[in-house]
């Protein structure tokens, strides 16, 4: 069974530059989580969706950062401009249920980013 | 405060021998579900295990085990006859069933020393 796929898995750019994220969640999944993972920080959500609808944005870190969900099976997240203090571990995750019944979020290999 | 709370920051142990990682978590609901994921020094995050609240049996998966105690809010995980493959940074995590959360420990990085 595929996973959650990522891309791209490693990403340098030059702070100021727009920064694309993508993410596939595993077929048939209902939620769609992203994580940025930081060593100061730890793993932090940074926004979920449910069927496709962004249910909550509160961990998202600035009016910098946005995600989509145009449909069930791709999600991006998008970081425009970019600063130096972006750089991070991005995860996406995807699961069967959330709240009620909750169910295991799977997650991608991630996408190592560095803001120069 | 936190709502998880993983007190070892690392651990080091020789190969064969038993560890426990801890873990500690709060909450005021009454339905929750907690988790330990594995992440290997090649950076993805692995499922390990899901227990809700309401099943406090303990479980055994190889060498693997997980104790849940509700009096004390703790669900520690203990690998057996540990490998240098289990060297890695596990967490703990919680999420309550009212909430929109996914609540992610600190993080205890093991290390098996062959």
């Known amino acids: 069974d595929a996973g959650v796929i990522q891309s791209p898995r490693h990403e340098v750019t030059e702070m100021g530059q727009e920064v694309t994220l993508r993410c596939k969640p595993i077929?048939?999944?209902?939620?769609l989580f992203w994580y940025r993972q930081t060593m100061m920080r730890g793993l932090e959500l940074l926004i979920y969706?449910?069927?496709?609808?962004?249910?909550?944005d509160s961990g998202m870190p600035e009016d910098r950062f946005s995600a989509k969900m145009p449909n069930a099976s791709f999600s991006t997240l998008k970081i425009q401009p970019s600063e130096p203090r972006d750089s991070a571990v991005y995860f996406c995750?995807?699961?069967?249920?959330?709240?009620?019944?909750?169910?295991?979020?799977?997650f991608g290999d991630g996408t190592r980013l560095s803001i120069l | 405060a936190q709502k998880v709370t993983q007190a070892q920051t690392e651990i080091s142990v020789v190969e064969k021998e038993d560890v426990t990682l801890d873990c500690v978590y709060e909450?005021?609901?009454?339905?929750?579900?907690l988790f330990w994921y594995k992440q290997p020094p090649s950076g993805e995050l692995v499922f390990l295990i899901r227990?809700?609240?309401?099943?406090?049996q303990n479980e055994i998966s190889g060498r693997y085990s997980w104790n849940f105690q509700k009096s004390t809010s703790s669900f520690n995980f203990t690998i057996t006859a540990s490998q240098v493959v289990d060297s890695a940074v596990y967490f703990c995590?919680?999420?309550?069933?009212?909430?929109?959360?996914?609540?992610f420990g600190t993080g205890t990085s093991l290390t098996v020393i062959p």
């Open positions: 995750a995807s699961s069967l249920a959330f709240g009620t019944n909750n169910q295991p979020q799977h």
């Open positions: 077929s048939g999944h209902d939620y």
């Open positions: 969706f449910n069927n496709n609808v962004p249910i909550d």
């Open positions: 909450t005021r609901d009454t339905t929750y579900y």
């Open positions: 227990r809700n609240s309401f099943d406090e």
């Open positions: 995590a919680l999420s309550e069933a009212a909430g929109n959360q996914f609540y």
